[in-house]
């Protein structure tokens, strides 16, 4: 990690929060005046000449002031001074989302990255939980004729199986009801991926219709590629002055696959903030991705994010994604 003088750190503070809210480049009066800069314009001047040479900071032309680089932000990003929280007023508003949010689950995700877009009027990205890798929380199978039952499955991401099965002739309700005893004794816990090995019961008929439930189990595809979210694509069109970047930019948010393996590889690579370069995309160059997991039962399930300009509000962005992961992360676990 780069290490700044308290003097350097607090000027390249002012450009970036100055420059984030104005875009504009920042003059050395300007800094002079912020809070913690407790210099003259020419000392600033001087130091914003240093933070330049060392690449934290550049000049856009010879008689502009400066503005951040990808190294620069890297700094204000690891030197946030203390934890971002949202206002208390959004803060409320996200709580009472999710207080009458009792949707389907791709309902409430879908719902989820609206909300986190207009809280930092970013581009949201709302990932869904694997299936395959969701755990079985309930399995029963319920009669609907003599000879149908249904074998309903309840995931840990909230997502709720039907699959119907036939049943072998003589089946009555008690051998049923011992069948769904029995199969929700061996699958309860196990990952949807995972095929539970039933042992036999010892009554031919009760190990009969559990082999069809496990059979149908088997046959329902549990590696479909994660579902995705985006709210707020029309921001990305007011975020970049260049309508080329925005093209590169919307193209990105077109390919699933492509999204989804960058909010993994940066959680994976123990990165919360991604910027320009750091995300490994050109397109993304001018691009900063905020993202974090969100979790059901203790277990991670999915990522939410927000894509925007390297100049975001980090501190906002950084809160927001925070406190509705987990909001996310509670109201999934409740089911």
């Known amino acids: ?39 003259s314009s020419a000392t600033v001047r001087n130091e914003m000449a240093v933070l330049e040479n060392d690449g934290f900071l550049r000049q856009p ?21 203390r934890p971002a929280r949202l206002g208390p007023q959004t803060a409320h508003e996200v709580r009472a ?95 949807r991926a995972t095929q539970p090995v039933v042992p036999p019961s010892g009554d031919p008929l009760t190990d009969a219709v559990v082999g069809r439930a496990v059979a149908v189990l088997g046959d329902s595809p549990s590696t479909e590629p994660e579902q995705m979210y985006v709210g ?29 393996s960058l909010l993994r590889d940066v959680l994976d690579r123990g990165l919360h903030v991604a910027i320009g370069t750091e995300t490994g995309m050109a397109p993304l160059a001018e691009c900063a991705l905020v993202v974090a997991p969100y979790d059901v039962e203790g277990e991670r399930a999915g990522t939410i994010g927000v894509l925007g300009p390297a100049r975001m509000n980090y501190p906002q962005a950084l809160a927001a994604v925070a406190v509705v992961s987990h909001r996310l992360s509670d109201r999934l676990s409740e089911g």
């Open 232 to 260: 707020g694509t029309a921001r990305m069109a007011q975020a970049f002055d260049a309508i080329e970047t925005v093209r590169d930019v919307l193209t990105i948010l077109e390919q699933q696959f492509v999204v989804v």
């Open 97 to 191: 989302f999710f207080a009458r949010a009792h949707l389907e689950v791709e309902q409430m995700l879908s719902d989820t990255s609206r909300l986190l877009s207009n809280l930092t009027n970013l581009t949201s990205v709302v990932v869904a939980p694997t299936p395959a890798e969701a755990l079985v929380l309930s399995v029963q199978l319920v009669g609907l004729h003599p000879n149908v039952a249904l074998v309903v499955v309840v995931l840990s991401d909230g997502t709720v199986e039907k699959h119907t099965v036939d049943l072998p002739e003589g089946t009555t309700d008690d051998r049923l009801a011992a069948a769904s005893a029995h199969l929700s004794s061996h699958a309860v816990g196990m990952t």
């Open 1 to 39: 990690m780069t290490v700044l003088d308290e003097r350097k750190a607090a000027i390249l503070r002012a450009v970036v929060e100055e420059y984030i809210e104005t875009a504009q480049p920042v003059g050395s009066a300007h800094v002079a005046q912020a809070e913690g800069v407790d210099v």
């Open 61 to 81: 032309h010879t008689s502009a002031g400066r503005v951040p680089t990808e190294k620069g932000y890297r700094f204000f990003v690891d030197h946030l001074s």
